[in-house]
């Protein structure tokens, strides 16, 4: 490709479940995208997202899709780590979000729990 084009690909899920071994810091994404750059024919490929407090940009070595899945290698010099978002289920709210949250709410649907993180966003 052509020196300095950029391609953003955005992800269609409202809110991912972010796991990561090595980074005990995530937890949930919104508005998660994948930026791959290419400048004298090298890709720089940067994987962005809200995590409902702030805006996250991490340098990645290797991205793959499976189905509405994503997962990434970070760069060693930013500190490494594989991390993988899923979309966010009730199921997965309640066994593996909700009690890290500071004020964990309840849901009685999907759709409900979606609109709820939304809303915290916009605030």
């Given at each position: 490709?052509?020196?300095?084009?950029?391609?953003?690909?955005?992800?269609?899920?409202?809110?991912y479940?972010?796991?990561c071994?090595?980074?005990?810091?995530?937890?949930?994404?919104?508005?998660?995208?994948?930026?791959?750059?290419?400048?004298?024919?090298?890709?720089?490929?940067?994987?962005?997202?809200?995590?409902?407090?702030r805006?996250?940009?991490?340098?990645?070595?290797?991205?793959?899709?499976?189905?509405?899945?994503?997962?990434?290698?970070?760069?060693?010099?930013?500190?490494?780590?594989?991390?993988?978002?899923?979309?966010?289920?009730?199921?997965?709210?309640?066994?593996?979000?909700?009690?890290?949250?500071?004020?964990?709410?309840?849901?009685?649907?999907?759709?409900?729990?979606?609109?709820?993180?939304?809303?915290?966003?916009?605030?």
């Amino acid at each position: 490709m052509k020196s300095g084009r950029e391609r953003v690909e955005k992800l269609p899920g409202a809110i991912y479940l972010v796991e990561c071994e090595t980074d005990e810091t995530v937890l949930v994404a919104m508005r998660l995208e994948v930026v791959r750059r290419f400048s004298e024919g090298e890709e720089f490929i940067s994987v962005k997202w809200f995590d409902t407090v702030r805006e996250r940009v991490m340098r990645a070595k290797l991205v793959w899709r499976v189905g509405e899945c994503l997962a990434f290698e970070r760069l060693a010099d930013d500190g490494g780590g594989k991390y993988y978002f899923t979309p966010l289920t009730l199921e997965k709210y309640y066994s593996e979000v909700k009690d890290s949250l500071v004020s964990g709410e309840d849901f009685t649907s999907e759709a409900e729990m979606i609109e709820a993180f939304l809303k915290a966003e916009k605030k």
